[in-house]
C-alpha cells in the first residue's frame, strides 16, 4: 500500500517568505502528483499537479519540484502571503492497478503579517 | 453547477446508532469517494466508486457501508457507530485524463460519536 510522508507538519513564514513542503513516496504506478489546499471548515481544493515527465511546474507564485529518482517532490510558494494559511496536502498514486490517490499527513502553513 | 454537496454539516449520534451520510454531485463524474480526516493524518480512503453499481474498500472501511444506484449519489451508512468514528468525512467525486485524475471534495460532515 502507497506511503506519503509530509513534512514539516507546522510552517510558520512572514510575509514576503518562501514556504516548502516536503513530501516522499514510495512506490506508485502512474506518475500524476498533485497537492491540495484546505482551508477551515472547507473541503480541499485542487492547488497544482505535476506530472513527472517534468521536474518542475510552476503555477503564479506556487512551484512544484519533482525528483523522481529520490521519490520525493515539493511545493514552493513564493512571496507567501497571509491569505496562503492553511493546510497543505500532498498526494501520491497508488501502485499496481489502483489509481486512487495516498494523501499526506498535512502541513498547517501560518503566513505571518 | 453546485458541484459536490454534502448532508448533513454536522451530526451527534450515540453510540450503536446507525446514520446515513448524503453526498451528491452535478459534474456527472464516474469517480466517487469518501474519506475521513482526523488531526495528523491526512485524508484517509473509506470507500470508492468507479461507476453506478461499483464500489469498493479503500484504506478504512471497516463500519461503513456503501452503495451507488445512480452516478449522481453515493451515500455513506454507519451500521452502528463508534466514538472512534469521530471524525470529519469528505465526498469527492473525479474525473480522469488517462492517469491524471482531478478531485472535487465537498464540503464535508463532522460527526461526533459520544
Known amino acids: 500500500q502507497q506511503q506519503v510522508k509530509q513534512s514539516p507538519q507546522s510552517l510558520i513564514v512572514q510575509k514576503g517568505g518562501i514556504s516548502i513542503i516536503n513530501c516522499a513516496y514510495e512506490?506508485?504506478?502512474?506518475?500524476?502528483f498533485p497537492w491540495y489546499q484546505q482551508f477551515p471548515g472547507k473541503g480541499p481544493a485542487l492547488l497544482i499537479a505535476?506530472?513527472?515527465?517534468?521536474s518542475e511546474k510552476k503555477e503564479g507564485r506556487f512551484t512544484i519540484s519533482f525528483n523522481k529518482s529520490a521519490k520525493q517532490f515539493s511545493l514552493h510558494i513564493m512571496d507567501s502571503q497571509p491569505g496562503d494559511s492553511a493546510t497543505y496536502f500532498c498526494?501520491?498514486?497508488?501502485?499496481?492497478?489502483?489509481?486512487?490517490?495516498?494523501f499526506g499527513s498535512g502541513t498547517q502553513l501560518t503566513v505571518l503579517p | 453547477n453546485a458541484g459536490v454537496t454534502q448532508t448533513p454539516k454536522f451530526q451527534v449520534l450515540k453510540t450503536g446508532q446507525s446514520m446515513t451520510l448524503q453526498c451528491a454531485q452535478d459534474?456527472?463524474?464516474?469517480?466517487m469517494s469518501w474519506y475521513r480526516q482526523d488531526p495528523g493524518m491526512g485524508l484517509r480512503l473509506i470507500h470508492y466508486?468507479?461507476?453506478?453499481?461499483?464500489?469498493d474498500q479503500g484504506e478504512v472501511p471497516n463500519g461503513y457501508n456503501v452503495s451507488r444506484s445512480t452516478t449522481e449519489d453515493f451515500p455513506l451508512r454507519l451500521l452502528s457507530a463508534a466514538p472512534s468514528q469521530t471524525s470529519v468525512y469528505f465526498c469527492?467525486?473525479?474525473?480522469?485524463?488517462?492517469?491524471?485524475?482531478?478531485?472535487?471534495f465537498g464540503p464535508g460532515t463532522r460527526l461526533l460519536v459520544l
Open positions: 459534474m456527472n463524474h464516474e469517480y
Open positions: 469527492a467525486s473525479s474525473y480522469y485524463l488517462g492517469t491524471q485524475e482531478t478531485q472535487y
Open positions: 466508486s468507479v461507476g453506478a453499481g461499483i464500489t
Open positions: 505535476i506530472r513527472p515527465d517534468v
Open positions: 498526494a501520491a498514486p497508488g501502485s499496481g492497478s489502483a489509481r486512487q490517490l495516498t
Open positions: 512506490n506508485t504506478a502512474f506518475d500524476y
